[in-house]
């Protein structure tokens, strides 16, 4: 489920612990990173073993009864593939931090008006620092853009702005008119356009989808660059270099 190359920890029975460094092991702790995911109404991605996967928000936190609550938009092939394996994982992300639990315990609760899917209260959630690249904000009027085929519509051709870019990867602005884009999916090809002469193309995967705050519904997408082929590496890194250049002398000025 995980990947990390830090030294092993042991459990209490002596058995090999690769996660302890990163689990959350306090009770007080993980409810409230759960209540601030809730009161937030951070963007999660609720994933099967199958490899479905869906965009979710944490309805409520039930401590009592342990419980929580997410939305649920029913009739979705993914959410009820999830429900039937009665097991997946949720990842969601609050700024530098990824959290990690396992979902369990699921059941699908129909609504007057809409949809909940319910799990147990996870006895554990993993807590990881995302990587720390530098990462540029882009300017909207000179902002680079990435161009791409719609996976679920290969016919559609994208070209999204970019909001903010590093050598891990990079955040999209969408418009609402654009079919939605499912975190998790794999693609295969991305050109990103970084200035008029400078642009490169890798494969990407969509990380995750979060809402900007707007009444026009556009959507922030965030990708993960696949290995990055050395030319477009050493072409990202000297855009980011003059990005940082020209933003000290912005502030000295």
Excluded: N
Aim: aromatic share 6%; glycine share 8%; proline share 6%.
């Amino acid at each position: 489920m995980f990947e990390d190359t830090r030294p092993a920890m042991l459990d209490a029975d002596g058995d090999e612990d690769r996660w302890g460094p990163f689990r959350v092991s306090q009770p007080q702790e993980r409810l409230r990173l759960l209540r601030l995911l809730r009161d937030g109404q951070q963007p999660l991605v609720l994933s099967g073993p199958d490899g479905s996967s869906l965009t979710a928000t944490l309805w409520s936190v039930d401590d009592t009864r342990r419980l929580l609550a997410f939305s649920a938009q029913d009739g979705l092939p993914a959410l009820d593939r999830i429900v039937e394996a009665d097991e997946g994982v949720a990842v969601a992300y609050m700024d530098s931090i990824k959290l990690q639990w396992e979902l369990g315990g699921l059941l699908l609760v129909h609504g007057p008006r809409q949809a909940s899917l319910q799990s147990q209260l996870p006895g554990s959630i993993y807590r990881f620092q995302r990587r720390t690249a530098y990462r540029v904000r882009t300017s909207a009027r000179h902002a680079p853009v990435v161009r791409l085929r719609h996976p679920a519509m290969p016919e559609m051709a994208l070209t999204l702005r970019v909001l903010d870019l590093s050598l891990g990867g990079c955040a999209l602005w969408c418009p609402a008119d654009v079919p939605g884009l499912e975190p998790g999916t794999r693609l295969g090809e991305v050109t990103v356009e970084l200035d008029a002469t400078t642009r490169f193309t890798t494969a990407a995967t969509l990380a995750h989808v979060s809402g900007l705050g707007q009444h026009d519904g556009a959507v922030r997408v965030g990708c993960e660059w696949h290995k990055l082929p050395p030319v477009a590496e050493r072409a990202l890194q000297r855009w980011i270099d003059a990005a940082q250049r020209h933003r000290r002398l912005m502030a000295r000025g």
